[in-house]
T-cell receptor
């Protein structure tokens, strides 16, 4: 069953704008990860945030995690047309191991 | 570059005719995963290996089998494909814990 749900399902913005995607999950986690998937390709790992972390940055990406609300957000600043893709959050359960359960995904379209 | 390679990228088979998808990795990761992803949906884990230990998801149909003859290779066998098995099949690898997963570009399976 799906662990996470993402919001919005689809997002269309202009190049240069910021894009925010939200992920909610149901059970305790060890870590939460964000992945990008270009059409017809595999998933590419973006950021991993552990359950004891609240915020992480990588280039134009900023991820927050609120374990009390069981939610995370991914912010892409100054978006580019090349950021057009589907974005998935994925959670890893407590107790070690690295099995992931993926959220429903957000389709981002960045227009010129 | 170290990577995860899936062959073939596109596979067409007939209803009920067995098919094998392959995955190889040069990352020397202990864990390998097989996911099924249907159009506009999240990847769904079918099974994974911790080294040679096979772990099947509870809702993976018996029609799906897997083999991992060595660290580098993993195969997905679909014994009698049905129309509902048409999907993208993704292979991924990772270390044991708190590690991102590295995905191949997938095999898109069509059933005639």
């Amino acid at each position: 069953s799906q662990q996470g749900e993402e919001d919005p399902q689809a997002l269309s913005i202009q190049e240069g704008e910021n894009a925010t995607m939200n992920c909610s999950y149901k059970t305790s986690i060890n870590n939460l990860q964000w992945y990008r998937q270009n059409s017809g390709r595999g998933l590419v790992h973006l950021i991993l945030i552990r359950s004891n972390e609240r915020e992480k940055h990588s280039g134009r990406l900023r991820v927050t995690l609120d374990t009390s609300k069981k939610s995370s957000s991914l912010l892409i600043t100054a978006s580019r047309a090349a950021d057009t893709a589907s974005y998935f959050c994925a959670t890893s359960p407590p107790g070690g191991g690295n099995k992931l359960t993926f959220g429903t995904g957000t389709q981002l379209k960045v227009e010129l | 570059d170290a990577m995860v390679i899936q062959n073939p990228r596109y596979q067409v088979t007939q209803f009920g005719k067995p098919v094998t998808l392959s995955c190889s990795q040069t990352l020397n990761h202990n864990v390998m995963y097989w996911y099924q992803q249907k159009s506009s949906q999240a990847p769904k884990l079918l099974f994974h290996y911790y080294d040679k230990d096979f772990n099947n998801e509870a809702d993976t149909p018996d029609n799906f089998q897997s083999r991992r003859p060595n660290t580098s290779f993993c195969f997905l066998d679909i014994r009698s494909p049905g129309l509902g098995d048409a999907a993208m099949y993704l292979c991924a690898t990772s270390g044991f814990s708190n590690q991102p997963q590295h995905f191949g570009d997938g095999t898109r399976l069509s059933i005639l």
